[in-house]
């Protein structure tokens, strides 16, 4: 077991992911799927993402929670290439990837589900899903898209309808689906309960604990803090781009001051709670 695992700055939280785990449970690199290791990244030249150090473990789900402008989707874009690190380190299974595209990073095993709508609206579900596994050549393609569609039988039933005339969930499961096409073995997805009804948000939930289980790492962002706290593993939260907490999901969903930490901020003071009971 690592003893050398202190090393995070960040005093003011509870930071217990590095700290020493009780037997059978450890910190070996085998357990960590991701590690920003002081990570700096931003816009030009504003820095986003503050010496940022995180650590995500293999096959469970992690949240990224936050006020907005956090930085949390800066994490994600820095992870899938669409941001270069100015400082610091992002490993994949321990390897360096800083600076890497997205095209090798997709070949590496990381699908990105950004923010908002990213189908193409008007060609059908077959034509989006054919698509989304252009790197993967015509026929294996042609062989995995039934078992996506397994996993969305609504979708499936409009297989040859345009993806603009999908409802909003069933376009995010397409989406999902479409990342799934190329069997990743990380799962990036922002905010993927945005415009969706609360049913439709525990599918998309549902299948993301399933593929957690078959072993996909999934790193998400949501706002919709206590459901996705229900269904995850770890929670991450980043508050000027820097990590402020790092829980286990349940001992965060239990804890009494829940509603102060994730109404306005990690730190905000107590706000009137706008939240029903
Ligand atoms: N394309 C961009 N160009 C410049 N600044 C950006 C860009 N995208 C985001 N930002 C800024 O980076 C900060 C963090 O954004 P983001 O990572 O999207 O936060 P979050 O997802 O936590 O709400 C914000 O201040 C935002 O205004
Ligand atoms: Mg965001």
């Not at 037997?23 to 990244?41: M, P, Q, T, Y």
């Not at 294996?140 to 909003?168: C, D, H, M, W, Y």
């Not at 604990?209 to 706290?229: F, H, W, Y």
């Amino acid at each position: 077991m690592s003893a050398a695992a202190n090393s995070n700055t960040d005093t003011s939280a509870n930071t217990d992911t590095n700290a020493a785990t009780p037997a059978g449970r450890s910190n070996d690199v085998s357990d960590i799927c991701i590690e920003f290791d002081k990570v700096l990244a931003g816009y030009k030249d504003f820095m986003i993402l503050n010496n940022l150090s995180l650590k995500v473990k293999r096959g469970k789900i992690t949240l990224l929670l936050g006020p907005n402008g956090a930085g949390k989707s800066t994490v994600l874009k820095t992870l899938f290439g669409l941001l270069t690190p100015r400082q610091g380190r992002v490993l994949l299974d321990g390897v360096d990837i800083s600076g890497s595209d997205p095209k090798s990073l997709l070949a590496k095993g990381i699908a990105f589900v950004p923010q908002g709508r990213n189908l193409f609206p008007q060609l059908t579900v077959m034509e989006n899903l054919e698509l989304g596994g252009i790197t993967l050549g015509q026929k294996t393609t042609r062989e995995r898209i039934p078992e996506i569609l397994k996993l969305f039988p609504r979708v499936s039933q409009r297989i040859n309808s345009q993806a603009s005339a999908l409802s909003g969930g069933e376009q995010k499961q397409l989406e999902v689906g479409r990342a799934l096409l190329l069997r990743p073995k990380v799962l990036l997805i922002d905010e993927p309960s945005i415009g969706l009804s609360p049913i439709v948000v525990q599918d998309v939930f549902r299948l993301l604990r399933k593929l957690a289980d078959e072993g996909t790492t999934v790193l998400m962002v949501e706002q919709n803090v206590k459901s996705a706290l229900k269904m995850a593993d770890e929670a991450i939260a980043l508050e000027s781009g820097r990590l402020v907490l790092h829980r286990k999901a349940d001992e965060l969903l239990a804890d009494p001051n829940i509603e102060r930490l994730f109404l306005g901020g990690a730190h905000a003071p107590a706000a009137p709670a706008p939240v029903a009971a």
